[in-house]
């Protein structure tokens, strides 16, 4: 029997349906579930925190291979089906709960011997607010292994000067180096949802970008992509982050050889790192003044 067919079973037996307001589509092509267990290159060693294991599919793999796996899942119905499906995988522990509200810490100081990964078919209706939490809250992760919009991994994947680049972008370089792993097509998905889908990888890297001020660096990269057909001159420049205006904004770029009329979508990582710290110094002018 394939994926398809036990997952029609499985639910039959539950008498449960896909729910749609939890984004529950669940993955069929068992290559594609191989391909993200090898690029995750999961061993014994690691604890996988699996977001949303749905009926099983990607789940059930992850406990082949992984030390751990601790699987966070939303629907009550979904995870008593796992508990009663797979009582007999002993590293297999299931969380009944909204992960935006999962204290995560809590559960990764309770595997202190093992390599933290998440590696996940991710909701879509979720995806970018639980990527900005596993990002931000800086938890102890090595590596994010997760199946999202496929519009949404061109996005994380962007170079600068493209049109998918934007300040999600830049916060992905700030803490991950990333790949586009593979693109997953709808029919691969029960059910088929109305878009294609694509698997990243993303490595999190500590310090990656020496930073004086990280909340600052952030609020000049939104104001910077507020109005993102017009050039940072105009967008950043009225925004008057720490006082700066236009005029002076011009000083910064011309010394740091940015050129006047360049838009937010140009500029690097490490541009906008630049940038903050030209800010930094002139309000600590300004300050001594
Ligand atoms: N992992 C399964 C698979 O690949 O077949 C299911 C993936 S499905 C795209 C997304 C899963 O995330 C569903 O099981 C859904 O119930 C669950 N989910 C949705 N919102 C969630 C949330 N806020 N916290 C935890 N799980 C969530």
């Not at 579930?33 to 604890?47: G, Q, V, W």
């Not at 057909?229 to 105009?234: E, F, P």
């Amino acid at each position: 029997m394939g994926l398809k067919d036990e997952n029609l079973t499985l639910m039959r037996k539950y008498g449960i349906k896909a729910q749609k307001k939890y984004g529950q589509n669940f993955l069929i092509n068992e290559e594609v579930l191989d391909k993200i267990l090898k690029s995750a290159d999961i061993k014994n060693e690691d604890l996988v925190i699996e977001i949303g294991p749905g009926l099983g599919n990607l789940t059930k793999r992850l406990c082949d291979k992984a030390g751990e796996v601790v699987a966070i899942e939303i629907d009550k119905e979904m995870a008593n089906i796992l508990t009663q499906e797979y009582e007999n995988l002993h590293n297999l522990h299931i969380v009944n709960m909204d992960v935006m509200k999962c204290n995560l810490s809590e559960i990764i100081n309770e595997y202190p011997n093992l390599t933290v990964k998440v590696v996940a078919n991710l909701p879509y209706y979720i995806t970018t607010p639980i990527i900005m939490k596993l990002l931000e809250e800086e938890y102890d992760i090595k590596l994010i292994e997760v199946m999202v919009q496929k519009e949404v991994a061109n996005r994380l994947c962007a170079k600068p000067g493209t049109s998918d680049f934007g300040a999600i972008t830049l916060a992905i370089n700030f803490y991950t180096n990333i790949d586009y792993i593979v693109t997953v097509p709808a029919k691969d998905f029960l059910p088929a949802p109305n878009v294609d889908s694509a698997v990243t990888r993303m490595e999190i890297v500590k310090n990656k970008i020496e930073v004086e001020d990280k909340n600052l660096l952030f609020s000049i990269i939104k104001a910077s992509f507020l109005m993102k057909r017009k050039t940072l001159l105009n967008s950043l420049g009225s925004a008057k982050i720490l006082g700066i205006d236009k005029a002076s904004l011009g000083n910064i770029l011309e010394k740091l050889n940015i050129p006047q009329n360049v838009r937010a979508e140009n500029l690097s990582i490490e541009d906008f790192n630049r940038l903050t710290s030209e800010y930094i110094k002139i309000s600590k002018d300004k300050g001594i003044k």
